[in-house]
């Protein structure tokens, strides 16, 4: 089992290593390097402000769908949380916040809270994906990819994963693993019930969809505001259009550590589709995802130091009332 879990990690750092060598073959590092100078500490101050706000929208889901655990312990977990998914592939990222919310809940609501709220998120991103095209592309003469690599990229894609269900369905432990799998979704079943149904109550179904509304608002607002500063021209609404293929990427099979490659091929795509030329795309997106890392990593030491912080002011209010309570 560790040796399979080992190849596979060995898998994904393959992949990396050739989507890195792959985005450094198209990018110009001096045009690059200029541009990331440009941003300057005080736009970064503001970008960091903007994520806060979107950590706080992000959060505030998660608490109407678990109500015990209290807000700002939610808001930290997210802190740290967000820096998993941002470094780790293949989702496992997500398996963080039970582990860090598992004092106040048990990890299986937390799991299942989780991802009805993902749910939630994802049907939205679907719907303004949709408004976007429309009014971006409404006669879609404006559509500037071509269709020759729109049905290479599909073509690929296919080929990828009919490659990977041919690997899973011809595995001797198929039936295992899909015995396992049944087993662990019968424990968890309840509780995602019971989350869904709590999800979809007219308030709480309102409350989400306002809540994740305004976090893709101020994600776009960071975005907006670092691509104004090095020169490049985006209304929100197009880069909501390019988010929105960010999220389809992200769901894709193929997976990277620190989500090199997969971030700035979805900046190069949705840019493309806008008209603007593949190089300035291609470096767009690394810029864009090097300063979402440099605010993952800031608000992930944060969320540490203040855990940290916590816990120890626990542990000497516990001691402080152990000991009065021998006098």
Not at 208 to 230: E, P
Request: include cysteine.
């Amino acid at each position: 089992m560790r040796a399979r879990f080992s190849f596979k990690y060995l898998i994904i750092a393959a992949i990396t290593i050739v989507l890195v060598l792959a985005i450094l073959k198209n990018i110009s590092l001096d045009s690059t390097w200029q541009s990331l100078k440009q941003i300057g500490f005080g736009t970064l101050l503001v970008c960091f402000g903007l994520h806060f706000i979107v950590f706080v929208f992000r959060s505030l889901p998660m608490k109407l769908l678990l109500v015990q655990v209290p807000f700002l312990k939610l808001l930290n977990a997210h802190l740290i949380h967000n820096f998993y998914l941002q470094i780790v592939p293949a989702s496992l990222g997500e398996l963080t916040l039970p582990e860090l919310l598992k004092a106040y809940v048990n990890r299986t609501k937390t799991l299942s809270g989780l991802l009805v709220a993902r749910l939630h998120s994802i049907a939205l991103v679907g719907l303004i994906f949709f408004a976007s095209i429309l009014l971006l592309f409404r006669d879609f003469h404006f559509l500037h990819l071509e269709y020759k690599k729109i049905y290479t990229y599909l073509l690929v894609g296919l080929v990828v994963l009919i490659f990977l269900a041919i690997l899973v369905f011809k595995s001797k432990k198929h039936n295992a693993i899909v015995s396992r799998l049944k087993d662990r979704l019968s424990l968890v079943f309840n509780e995602v019930k019971d989350v869904v149904i709590r999800s979809m109550l007219p308030r709480t179904l309102i409350v989400i969809t306002g809540s994740n509304m305004l976090y893709l608002l101020f994600m776009a607002l960071f975005y907006k505001v670092l691509l104004v500063r090095i020169g490049v021209e985006l209304g929100v609404i197009q880069i909501l259009f390019i988010m929105t293929i960010q999220v389809a990427i992200l769901l894709l099979p193929i997976k990277s550590f620190g989500g090199f490659g997969t971030t700035e091929g979805s900046w190069m795509l949705g840019m493309m589709a806008l008209g603007i030329e593949r190089g300035v795309a291609l470096e767009t997106g690394v810029i864009v995802h090097i300063i979402a890392l440099i605010s993952a990593f800031f608000f992930f030491t944060v969320g540490l130091t203040i855990r940290s912080i916590s816990a120890k002011w626990r542990m000497s209010g516990s001691a402080s009332i152990s000991s009065k309570s021998k006098s």
